[in-house]
């Protein structure tokens, strides 16, 4: 198993940037391939980026495509998102998720393809 805790979180105008991190258990960090999702309040969770095991390719939804980067630090066990150009309707509650196998991009959009979820860290965006 692997726990993963989210932080970065926060309140920023329209036009900021943040930059979350997922932080992992385990050494074992580099096997798993990782996602962020999001969830607004009504909304269903949404795929937001994934990162493959070494970090050497990414994608992306296309509402944060340009704007968002995904990466990964396998020696610090530790993932990131860096989000830049803020819009209200990035607001939403951002987790992080893992999954030991390979993802195919018909199936890392998918939250019930992952094994491993973070509690989550909000990012409010104010207009």
């Known amino acids: 198993q692997v726990q993963l805790v989210e932080s970065g979180g926060g309140l920023v105008q329209a036009g900021g940037s943040l930059r979350l991190s997922c932080a992992a258990s385990?050494?074992?960090?580099?096997?798993?391939?990782m996602g962020w999702f999001r969830q607004a309040p009504g909304k269903e969770r949404e795929f937001v980026a994934a990162?493959?095991?070494?970090?050497?390719?990414?994608y992306y939804a296309d509402s944060v495509k340009g704007r968002f980067a995904i990466s990964r630090d396998n020696a610090k066990n530790t993932m990131y998102l860096q989000m830049n150009s803020l819009k209200p309707e990035d607001t939403a509650v951002y987790y992080c998720?893992?999954?030991?196998?390979?993802?195919?991009?018909?199936?890392?959009?998918?939250?019930?393809?992952?094994?491993?979820w973070g509690q989550g860290t909000q990012v409010t965006v104010s207009s």
């Open positions: 998720a893992a999954n030991p196998s390979f993802l195919t991009p018909q199936r890392m959009g998918v939250s019930q393809m992952y094994d491993y």
């Open positions: 385990r050494r074992t960090f580099s096997s798993y391939f």
């Open positions: 990162v493959t095991y070494s970090g050497g390719s990414t």
